[in-house]
């Protein structure tokens, strides 16, 4: 697995659009962490609220990321599954003043003792810069945390523009803080989605934006790359630096995990391994990761 490309995709199976039940999202996690492709995948996302049925059904040790409201998850802090590893929450609804819910986040990670790595959501809207100042902040004090955008959704207002992402990306780089995106990034490369109507960010060309903006790119460059539907050309801008580690951008959730590792191996950028001859077709078909 390319350093640019390891646990680059959570597993946000049980979240909409997929909406997996969660007795078929576990089991289908294993496979995925069983296969070829197991190294690109991080931990399953479950809403908090479903940590016991989790915990009832999971393998021991499997990596969690548990996702809800502020106080869904201070309700839940000491009677979190083994193998959490990171927390997820929004801040605010969009116009809401998004420091009080980052500040009330901070205090629970004061108290806990837990190595779990934090991510604020933090709304595309107003006070988002003022936001960012204090999430660095506390991230300098030594709190685990990061920020978190949501790049699509159920509506056209989700979707921030070129010129939104690229403004965002770019203040996370000034501010060196590393950030996570959620939602929409089904695809390798921005596309307009037949049933919908909506314009979908592509996550190659968000990774190609976060490489651009760790050399110096300014926000007009980045949303140039950001609007890029031409699958090739992107990836040939991202194949020189598959050996590099991942700048800023920590990963994203998918709903369904085949479609990014599809779009890689059609693109080239992620090699499946061939199959050794004399296996059975039992073992060829585990070694291919279909879940």
Known sequence: MPPLLTALVDDAAVFPPGSAALTDAVPAHANHRAAWY?????????????????????????????????????????????GTCQIESP?????????PGIERLAA????????????????LAWGLMSALDLVAALRAEGLPIAAKFRTGGLAAELFPTPVELAAV????????????????????????????????????????AVLAAADGAEPADLAGVLSVTEPYPLAERVRPA?????????????????????????????????????????AGSASDGVA
């Not at 021991?60 to 201070?74: F, H, I, K, M, R």
């Not at 801040?91 to 420091?99: L, Q, T, Y």
């Not at 307009?192 to 968000?206: K, M, P, R």
């Not at 995990?257 to 077709?281: C, F, H, K, M, N």
């Open 169 to 208: 990306i770019c203040a996370c780089r000034d501010r060196d803080l590393p950030f996570k995106l959620t939602a929409g990034l089904h695809h390798a490369v921005r596309h307009t989605d037949a049933e919908t109507g909506l314009v979908h960010h592509g996550f190659l060309n968000i990774l190609a």
């Open 242 to 282: 598959l050996d590099r580690e991942r700048p800023l951008w920590v990963a994203f959730g998918s709903c369904s995990v085949q479609d990014p590792v599809a779009d890689l191996v059609a693109l080239g950028l992620l090699e499946r391994p061939r199959r050794t001859p004399g296996l059975s077709t039992a």
């Open 91 to 99: 801040v605010a609804k969009r116009g809401e003043e998004p420091r």
């Open 108 to 123: 629970l990670m004061r108290k806990s003792e837990e190595p779990w790595q934090w991510y604020l959501e933090v709304p």
């Open 38 to 82: 197991a190294p690109l995948i991080g931990p399953l996302l479950i809403p908090v609220a479903e940590r016991d049925a989790f915990r009832a059904i999971a393998p021991p040790g499997t990596a969690v990321g548990l996702v809800g409201e502020p106080g869904a998850v201070e309700a839940a802090l000491g009677d979190l599954p083994d």
